[in-house]
């Protein structure tokens, strides 16, 4: 059973989903109404920075929520780098707030250790809302076939190249992975001092698009048994094409082996790199980090082997419920104020990222600027998830990813013996 699930909407289907309310408080509840909530108040974690000018927003927020329910929200902002461990605690001792942010691959595990409430219930009783959420997020809320995680933003890599580069050799955006070479062969014989596709060996997320747009998977689940498939035939020739652009190729250096994706982007804004995958949060920031690259950037979708698109990893957030919260219907009706209609859209302008229920996201499909149209396009109809087991975050402390691309790249193992080996150690953590 596949576990890598691809949205299915296709552009022209967004624009026939029912739309959202036009309120600032989103999309009507069964009964028409909100929650009476005098007197009581909310605890809300949101994660700290994805919004560096998040103040006025909150504050908008709250102001609507007491005017809505008369109930006050108390929104306190957490370090992600500290809020896995504050969460762990928080479960432990029967702290933990009434809602909060839940990363993409955090939801299914606090589910998994019974701290979240199930919102299907509130979903279904919203016209409309379950076929509005982008499937991809959907997914990676849902455990054990509830959903846990309100999908509330997402973001999503794809291609990223110098523009300037491309037409000054006369190229256009690669559209298979035989014109990702071509580009990178032209491109290495004219800039010998340029990385035409740099493969950073410490960035898990950077590799699976290369292992499904070869038709392969991470790993798939049949019953409760998780298994690997990074070292099934697909898989390989999709790992042996992304290493391949390095060491056979020689379109990275030594170097990048070591690289996370923040020296990918570093070294783009530095101008030495043509061809990247980054995310769709990303073109402001390297334009800011170096305003002569402006007009110079362009996006494209991720090319799957003979064409198409490769699939890529929906990174973003769920708004979770909290099964320590004291009103579960209040806490929706922050969940919902928060993740759609006009609160929505405006995190998502805000942050560069996407809403997490499509019809919030037409301006961006419609969009003929050339940053936001591809990662819109990739993410409706390319965006994945990893697979949804509370034992994934083993994989990713592990580097077992990591690790494989790594001991290809520096020549220690071959792509056989590095992907089975891989796929050995993931299955066993998938299933412990």
Same mark, same amino acid.
């Given at each position: 059973?596949?576990?890598?699930?691809?949205?299915?909407?296709?552009?022209?289907?967004?624009?026939?989903?029912?739309?959202?309310?036009?309120?600032?408080?989103?999309?009507?509840?069964?009964?028409?109404?909100?929650?009476?909530?005098?007197?009581?108040?909310?605890?809300?974690?949101?994660? @700290?920075?994805?919004? #560096? *000018?998040?103040?006025? &927003?909150?504050? /908008?927020?709250?102001? %609507? +929520?007491?005017?809505?329910?008369?109930?006050?929200?108390?929104?306190?902002?957490?370090?992600?780098?500290?809020?896995?461990?504050?969460?762990?605690?928080?479960?432990?001792?029967?702290?933990?707030?009434?809602?909060?942010?839940?990363?993409?691959?955090?939801?299914?595990?606090?589910?998994?250790?019974?701290?979240?409430?199930?919102?299907?219930?509130?979903?279904?009783?919203?016209?409309?809302?379950?076929?509005?959420?982008?499937?991809?997020?959907?997914?990676?809320?849902?455990?054990?076939?509830?959903?846990?995680?309100?999908?509330?933003?997402?973001?999503?890599?794809?291609?990223?190249?110098?523009?300037?580069?491309?037409?000054?050799?006369?190229?256009?955006?690669?559209?298979?992975?035989?014109?990702?070479?071509?580009?990178?062969?032209?491109? @290495?014989?004219?800039? #010998? *001092?340029?990385?035409? &596709?740099?493969? /950073?060996?410490?960035? %898990? +997320?950077?590799?699976?698009?290369?292992?499904?747009?070869?038709?392969?998977?991470?790993?798939?689940?049949?019953?409760?048994?998780?298994?690997?498939?990074?070292?099934?035939?697909?898989?390989?020739?999709?790992?042996?094409?992304?290493?391949?652009?390095?060491?056979?190729?020689?379109?990275?250096?030594?170097?990048?082996?070591?690289?996370?994706?923040?020296?990918?982007?570093?070294?783009?804004?530095?101008?030495?790199?043509?061809?990247?995958?980054?995310?769709?949060?990303?073109?402001?920031?390297?334009?800011?980090?170096?305003?002569?690259?402006?007009?110079?950037?362009?996006?494209?979708?991720?090319?799957?082997?003979?064409?198409?698109?490769?699939?890529?990893?929906?990174?973003?957030?769920?708004?979770?419920?909290?099964?320590?919260?004291?009103?579960?219907?209040?806490?929706?009706?922050?969940?919902?104020?928060?993740?759609?209609?006009?609160?929505?859209?405006?995190?998502?302008?805000?942050?560069?990222?996407?809403?997490?229920?499509?019809?919030?996201?037409?301006?961006?499909?419609?969009?003929?600027?050339?940053?936001?149209?591809?990662?819109?396009?990739?993410?409706?109809?390319?965006?994945?998830?990893?697979?949804?087991?509370?034992?994934?975050?083993?994989?990713?402390?592990?580097?077992?990813?990591?690790?494989?691309?790594?001991?290809?790249?520096?020549?220690?193992?071959?792509?056989?013996?590095?992907?089975?080996?891989?796929?050995?150690?993931?299955?066993?953590?998938?299933?412990?």
């Amino acid at each position: 059973m596949h576990k890598r699930i691809l949205s299915a909407v296709a552009l022209g289907a967004v624009a026939t989903l029912s739309l959202a309310a036009c309120s600032t408080g989103g999309t009507d509840g069964g009964d028409g109404g909100s929650v009476d909530g005098k007197g009581q108040e909310l605890t809300v974690w949101i994660m @700290k920075g994805t919004n #560096p *000018d998040s103040t006025a &927003f909150y504050d /908008a927020v709250a102001k %609507e +929520f007491k005017a809505e329910t008369g109930a006050t929200v108390k929104i306190e902002e957490v370090q992600w780098a500290d809020a896995h461990d504050r969460f762990v605690t928080s479960i432990a001792g029967q702290t933990t707030p009434d809602v909060a942010e839940t990363g993409t691959t955090w939801t299914a595990e606090f589910a998994d250790a019974g701290a979240l409430l199930p919102i299907d219930e509130y979903v279904d009783a919203e016209k409309g809302l379950r076929d509005d959420l982008v499937e991809g997020l959907e997914v990676a809320g849902t455990y054990d076939d509830e959903l846990y995680g309100m999908p509330w933003y997402a973001g999503v890599r794809s291609l990223v190249y110098r523009t300037d580069v491309f037409e000054e050799l006369g190229l256009e955006a690669p559209k298979t992975w035989d014109d990702i070479v071509a580009a990178g062969e032209a491109i @290495k014989a004219a800039k #010998p *001092d340029m990385l035409p &596709f740099p493969v /950073a060996g410490d960035a %898990e +997320f950077q590799v699976y698009p290369w292992v499904w747009g070869a038709g392969g998977e991470v790993a798939t689940l049949d019953g409760k048994e998780w298994t690997s498939e990074l070292d099934s035939k697909q898989s390989q020739e999709g790992i042996e094409f992304y290493t391949g652009l390095a060491t056979e190729h020689g379109f990275s250096s030594a170097g990048a082996t070591t690289w996370k994706e923040t020296d990918l982007r570093d070294a783009f804004t530095q101008g030495n790199v043509a061809m990247m995958l980054s995310g769709s949060w990303t073109p402001k920031a390297l334009v800011e980090a170096n305003p002569d690259l402006e007009g110079k950037i362009g996006a494209a979708v991720i090319p799957g082997k003979d064409g198409g698109i490769a699939p890529s990893v929906l990174g973003g957030s769920h708004l979770s419920i909290f099964n320590t919260t004291k009103n579960a219907d209040l806490a929706w009706e922050f969940v919902k104020m928060m993740t759609t209609g006009d609160f929505a859209e405006q995190w998502a302008d805000e942050t560069g990222y996407f809403p997490g229920v499509q019809s919030a996201m037409e301006e961006a499909l419609a969009s003929t600027d050339p940053l936001v149209a591809p990662f819109a396009q990739q993410m409706v109809e390319g965006g994945a998830s990893v697979p949804v087991t509370p034992n994934f975050g083993a994989v990713q402390a592990k580097k077992t990813t990591n690790s494989m691309i790594q001991a290809i790249l520096s020549g220690q193992k071959d792509v056989a013996t590095a992907t089975k080996d891989a796929a050995a150690e993931m299955t066993e953590l998938l299933n412990q």
